[in-house]
T-cell receptor, first 112, second 114 residues
Framework: DAKTTQPPSMDCAEGRAANLPCNHS???????VYWYRQIHSQGPQYIIH???NNETNEMASLIITEDRKSSTLILPHATLRDTAVYYC?????????????FGQGTELSVKP | NAGVTQTPKFQVLKTGQSMTLQCAQD?????MSWYRQDPGMGLRLIHY???????DQGEVPNGYNVSRSTTEDFPLRLLSAAPSQTSVYFC?????????????FGPGTRLTVL
């Protein structure tokens, strides 16, 4: 699976958009970009995933560059409850066992 | 649905003791896996299973055994606990459908080995 690079930490003001970047310059054509988050002491939670088109769901938006070497997770109106570690993971679509390889992630602090 | 459940929530062991961490899911997911998370680190895959009777090793399998006799359960066994196995253990499950294998994680078991 391709390696990802994320900033170790970021701050965001409550109510503002949080934009979390991820570099995955060695991503292969059959690899998807997944985002999970882990709120303190809890199990990770799935947020969103995509291949090459931008994706949006009730939690967030995912913007993937045209060359697919980087992506940005957008939380449109961050709240204090969005404070968590956010993991960007790239993996093949056909991943037997659903295995995830976690990096260090970005620790997002949403401040009042 | 209860989702993914793990027991116990907390456990303290002495070096050399054995124990089994329990994981169960009620979503009829084929895939199940175990991860460990050390302080300040991301999760690392220990073992995983693609279905009943089938298991395989992940990144850090040494010191752990697994079996998958039913779709619902995926226990993790520590045969002889060591202080290096002090960690938080997460179990996860997912459906095996194409492009839909979102992982669902349990609440974790916090293990301390003295």
């Amino acid at each position: 699976d391709a390696k990802t690079t994320q900033p170790p930490s970021m701050d965001c003001a409550e109510g503002r958009a949080a934009n979390l970047p991820c570099n995955h310059s060695t991503i292969s054509g059959n690899e998807y970009v997944y985002w999970y988050r882990q709120i303190h002491s809890q199990g990770p939670q799935y947020i969103i995933h995509g291949l090459k088109n931008n994706e949006t769901n009730e939690m967030a938006s995912l913007i993937i560059t045209e060359d697919r070497k980087s992506s940005t997770l957008i939380l449109p109106h961050a709240t204090l409850r969005d404070t968590a570690v956010y993991y960007c993971i790239v993996r093949p679509l056909y991943n037997q066992g659903g295995k995830l390889i976690f990096g260090q992630g970005t620790e997002l602090s949403v401040k009042p | 649905n209860a989702g993914v459940t793990q027991t116990p929530k907390f456990q303290v062991l002495k070096t050399g003791q054995s124990m089994t961490l329990q994981c169960a899911q009620d979503m009829n997911h084929e895939y199940m896996s175990w991860y460990r998370q050390d302080p300040g680190m991301g999760l690392r895959l220990i073992h995983y299973s693609v279905g009943a009777g089938i298991t395989d090793q992940g990144e850090v399998p040494n010191g752990y055994n697994v079996s998958r006799s039913t779709t619902e359960d995926f226990p993790l066994r520590l045969l002889s606990a060591a202080p290096s196995q002090t960690s938080v253990y997460f179990c996860a499950s997912s459906y095996s459908g194409q492009n839909t294998d979102t992982q669902y994680f349990g609440p974790g078991t916090r293990l301390t080995v003295l």
